[in-house]
């Protein structure tokens, strides 16, 4: 009677530690990392930002439906912020992050700032109501379609540990094309003093310049907090 006792004792321990672990597993359970979203959300952020470049590099190479292709660049711009709040709004909520939280936000702002500055080149040049862009203005939008399509590449890897060094290469790569478009910039500058006694064609092309070759700047912020996750997490 005394075995048969403990072992009933036995039992119940055993069935409510048990119960407490199953308890404990599902408190846990909230918070347990969704990591692969946060690679989604940005995947979906880049391949936006590409679609935007595609958008004002067809708007400069055929000067024609302006404001549909403006408007066009405006609702993706939207959708970026959309994406970019989710992603601010999920790293609140998660308790553990796949990589630093300081390097999440500020992967989610480098390229959310890509697709504003392509928005604001393509909206003043509706809104300047511009002649057809120079040769400059083309090659300027053909680096910014380069540059995100390899930072759209690079966050498609950085899920895969075994990709690191691709990402590398890739944020080398983002580099050497936003050193391209400060020099194409810097041209179109010299052109444009060189060639226009217009000061209002002068202010308007500068500062669609000047947004057009920022884009570039935010696809190497980019490249450089990528840079960074990579060589944190090698």
């Given at each position: 009677m005394v075995e048969f006792g403990l072992l009933a004792k036995a039992n119940k321990t055993s069935q409510n530690i048990l119960g407490q672990k199953k308890e404990s597993k599902q408190l846990r359970i909230p918070f347990i990392p969704r990591e692969e979203k946060f690679f989604e959300l940005f995947q979906d952020s880049a391949h936006n930002t590409v679609k935007a470049a595609k958008v004002l590099n067809e708007l400069?190479?055929?000067?024609e439906h302006i404001e549909?292709?403006?408007?066009?660049i405006k609702e993706l711009e939207h959708i970026?912020?959309?994406?970019?709040?989710?992603?601010?709004?999920?790293?609140?909520?998660t308790f553990v992050?796949?990589?630093d939280r300081e390097d999440i936000a500020l992967l989610a702002k480098s390229l959310d700032d890509i697709i504003d500055?392509?928005?604001?080149?393509s909206n003043d040049m509706l809104i300047y109501k511009v002649e057809p862009p120079s040769r400059r203005a083309k090659e300027l939008a053909d680096i910014i379609i380069e540059a995100t399509t390899e930072v759209e590449q690079a966050i498609v890897e950085l899920r895969h540990k075994a990709k690191l060094k691709q990402i590398l290469e890739r944020c080398v790569e983002i580099n050497r094309l936003e050193n391209m478009a400060?020099?194409?910039?810097?041209?179109?500058?010299?052109?444009?003093?060189?060639d226009s006694t217009d000061m209002a064609h002068v202010i308007?092309?500068?500062?669609?310049?000047?947004h057009m070759e920022s884009a570039t700047d935010r696809c190497e912020d980019v490249a450089n907090v990528l840079e960074g996750v990579a060589l944190k997490n090698a």
């Open positions: 400069v190479d055929n000067w549909q292709k403006v408007e066009e970026g912020d959309t994406i970019t709040h989710e992603i601010i709004a999920r790293l609140h909520r992050t796949p990589f500055f392509i928005e604001s080149a400060d020099v194409v910039y810097r041209s179109a500058l010299a052109e444009l003093f060189e308007k092309w500068r500062e669609i310049y000047e």
